[in-house]
């Protein structure tokens, strides 16, 4: 249980194209869903927390017409970079929480797999 | 604030033998602590977690954590090390439930070699 999904999982685009991300949880409703970037030999920075139904809560320093969040459902959240540029170019992971306290997990964030976005 | 501090970067064993990766926090409140691991290129993966039950928190593939309050400490041990233990060990800390973000607190990271 509590597996979650990224799409796709790596990508290449030439700079100034705008890339879409997807980050699903398969067996569990997400209310809340987060996105981390990750540089290499580094720990996780989060850009943004993705709450079902309303607005992202972007991080200091994150551009939110940069990194478009929508989370339209309870298992889906997309990341858009748009205008990518070369310094764009890094591991994106996104994170779910689980919905149900009944479940045990409320506090436990789990994690996609991670796409590795090359911008060119 | 909540804070993490993972006492060591790079952590060299060889196999068979006994791991020890070191963990402190800091937390105004009851904290919920977890450690994740994550192999080259993919995500992260839940190794265990504590939150306020049993200080001994025992996890997957043999790993087990224990919670040290008067040391404000959670290091990840595991008897003996195999060869795919070899990855990156993320210490966390949960922003408090009463923020209601749900915001995770890293520590900086612990790059595990085991040696054959």
């Known amino acids: 249980g509590a597996v979650v999904s990224q799409h796709p999982s790596w990508v290449i685009c030439k700079s100034g194209t705008s890339v879409k991300i997807e980050c699903r949880s398969l067996d569990f409703q997400a209310t809340t869903m987060f996105w981390y970037r990750q540089f290499p030999k580094q720990s996780l920075m989060l850009m943004a927390t993705s709450n079902e139904g309303s607005k992202a809560t972007y991080e200091q320093g994150v551009e939110k017409d940069k990194f478009l969040i929508n989370h339209a459902s309870l298992t889906l959240s997309t990341l858009t970079v748009t205008s990518a540029h070369p310094e764009d170019s890094s591991f994106y992971i996104c994170?779910?929480?689980?919905?149900?306290?009944?479940?045990?997990?409320?506090?436990?964030?789990?994690f996609g797999p991670g796409t590795r976005l090359t911008v060119l | 604030a909540q804070s993490v501090t993972q006492l060591d970067s790079h952590v060299s064993v060889s196999e068979g033998t006994p791991v020890l990766l070191r963990c402190n926090y800091s937390s105004s409140y009851s904290p919920s602590l977890f450690w994740y691991v994550q192999h080259p290129n993919k995500g992260l993966q839940l190794l265990l977690k504590y939150t306020s039950a049993a200080t001994l928190v025992k996890g997957i593939n043999g790993f087990e954590a224990e919670f040290k309050k008067s040391e404000t400490s959670f290091h990840l041990t595991k008897p003996s090390a195999h060869m795919s233990d070899a990855a990156e060990y993320f210490c966390v800390v949960s922003e408090p439930r009463s923020s209601n973000t749900g915001k995770l607190i890293f520590g900086q990271g612990t790059t595990l070699q085991v040696k054959p």
């Open positions: 994170s779910a929480r689980d919905r149900s306290r009944a479940s045990g997990r409320a506090d436990t964030q789990y």
